[in-house]
């Protein structure tokens, strides 16, 4: 098993940045591909996919809406996974979730990949 824990959000204003990371405990952490999601307000039905890592870090997969603006990256060392979010924008106003999945799962957009999950942490995006 892997539980994930992710650090705090905040709130920053439209074009600043912010990085979020997830502390995962657990043996297969290295084996298992990760991946972030977030559910925006009045979406609390939907889990959107923003980005995923493979396990090794080799490869990554990011959403049309935040390409070029987010980077996901990991430390196997570290057992953490990070996203590092620039330029962000109102619309990126959402809780965060981090997600551990088996190999293959970056692959993947749709949440019911991933097994293991966060509890999520909050982001707001201001004007």
């Known amino acids: 098993q892997v539980q994930l824990v992710e650090s705090e959000g905040g709130l920053v204003q439209a074009g600043g940045s912010l990085r979020l990371s997830c502390a995962a405990s657990g043996r297969t952490f290295s084996s298992s591909d990760m991946g972030w999601f977030r559910q925006a307000p009045g979406k609390e039905k939907e889990r959107q996919f923003v980005a995923a890592i493979s396990w090794s870090g080799a490869s990554t997969r990011y959403a049309d809406s935040v390409k070029g603006r987010f980077t996901i990256s990991r430390d196997n060392a570290k057992n953490t996974v990070y996203l590092q979010m620039n330029s962000l924008q109102l619309e990126d106003t959402a809780v965060y979730y981090c997600?551990?999945?088996?190999?293959?799962?970056?692959?993947?957009?749709?949440?019911?990949?991933?097994?293991?999950w966060g509890q999520g942490t909050q982001v707001t995006v201001s004007s």
């Open positions: 997600a551990a999945g088996r190999r293959g799962s970056w692959t993947r957009t749709d949440a019911e990949r991933y097994d293991y």
